[in-house]
């Protein structure tokens, strides 16, 4: 092994230390490559110095929701024409940060107001989405039930009954975060007339309507999420989206929810490339840096080479669904690829800290069990790959 025990510490000094190593922001054209360094120059100084308390604490900084609506992040692509590249990277930069705060992010942007950009009326549009452009109003997707995960889409159970101008709605969601303070949850429940899934936007002060913070969990511990019941919900009929009349109208909502959780995960291993590097070449063992040791090199460059690798796929990706070509099998197969590579990678960051890595407060910690949960939502890694399957070999493996 190498006795050189010399190795610089920031990241002004080093072309590589901040992981860009292949140079992919440089694919930005210069107004995006600003409003990226803007947004993370403010999630910087806004959500890393609280970021871990509120982590440790289980609550969800609501005060910067504000401040969120001043820097006008939400849909940057349908709305603002950015490209999918730069929300993608914004994506990124935000989890690198704090995963908790970027899925609230990504929740109330590509899930839920993806789901009306998509699948809501002209006049449905033009009454909800100001307000929730403006973050006036939040809101939440609410798919997943205590019985119904990866087979959720035949296996819904929530159920909706017309009812003259009125829908019922009844039935039990789970995970559901940021429900317990959010103004809406977009409800996705089987009609009983036609045994077909649709979407309803239900105010969540409606009565029957309950939201149930879920304790004890090890991921996304800001994250609220939340165990929902509906009892009797009455919903009006113009609050039923009115393009979303089935699951397959849904899956147009997934296929690019996917593609962000890949994002999601590039992030994480940032985060965990972030930390991982700056303790080794921090911290001394035997007289030196534990960078200076061969096998750290070599976990280090493992993670970057991941977190480069999946960065490349998210690239192409993003190109694919700027020209219109990406479909369904391609957001499955870069969700399951980069939270596989993700999986690796926090866990390799975690070993480089030792026993310091058990401690939320070197952030390792935080940053390798957030991973478990976006390694799972959106698709598990194992339905991923069988929609990919499917794709490359014309034979189903799951319903």
Not at 340 to 350: D, F, T
Request: glycine share 8%; with cysteine; hydrophobic share 45%.
């Amino acid at each position: 092994m190498t006795t050189n025990a010399s190795a610089p510490t920031a990241a002004t000094e080093l072309p590589y230390a901040d992981g860009d190593f292949f140079g992919f922001e440089s694919l930005l054209p210069a107004h995006e490559l600003d409003r990226l360094n803007a947004i993370r120059d403010w999630v910087e100084a806004e959500v890393r110095p609280i970021a871990q308390d509120h982590w440790n604490r289980s609550e969800f900084p609501v005060h910067l929701i504000p401040k969120i609506a001043e820097l006008d992040m939400i849909s940057p692509v349908r709305r603002q024409g950015y490209s999918h590249l730069l929300a993608g990277m914004i994506t990124a930069a935000i989890h690198r940060v704090d995963a908790s705060f970027g899925t609230f992010f990504s929740g109330h942007d590509g899930l839920f107001t993806g789901s009306i950009e998509l699948l809501a009326s002209e006049e449905q549009k033009a009454a909800w989405l100001p307000d929730i452009y403006a973050l006036k109003k939040t809101g939440v997707f609410a798919i997943t039930e205590p019985l119904a995960g990866s087979d959720v889409a035949g296996g819904t159970r929530t159920t909706a009954v017309r009812d003259g101008d009125n829908w019922i709605l009844n039935g039990e969601k789970r995970w559901i975060g940021n429900s317990t303070f959010s103004d809406y949850v977009l409800v996705w429940a089987k009609d009983v007339a036609d045994d077909q899934v649709k979407g309803f936007l239900v105010e969540t002060k409606t009565p029957g309507f309950s939201a149930t913070l879920m304790e004890n969990r090890i991921a996304l511990r800001a994250v609220q999420n939340a165990d929902i019941v509906l009892d009797n919900v009455v919903v009006p009929d113009f609050f039923k989206l009115a393009n979303a009349n089935s699951f397959r109208d849904t899956n147009k909502v997934l296929k690019s929810t996917r593609a962000t959780v890949g994002w999601q995960a590039v992030g994480l291993q940032m985060a965990a490339f972030d930390v991982a590097r700056k303790h080794a070449v921090e911290r001394l063992q035997f007289g030196k840096p534990i960078a200076s040791f061969q096998l750290i090199q070599e976990q280090l460059v493992t993670i970057l080479s991941n977190a480069q690798a999946s960065m490349g796929m998210m690239v192409r990706l993003a190109q694919m669904e700027d020209e219109g070509t990406s479909r369904n099998e391609h957001s499955a197969l870069a969700k399951a690829f980069v939270t596989k590579c993700m999986r690796e990678s926090v866990a390799l960051g975690r070993s480089i800290l030792g026993g310091n890595g058990l401690q939320v407060d070197y952030e390792i910690g935080k940053i390798f069990c957030d991973a478990e949960a976006i390694y799972t939502y959106e698709g598990t890694y194992e339905i991923n790959t069988l929609v990919a399957g499917r794709a490359i070999t014309g034979v189903a493996a799951f319903v």
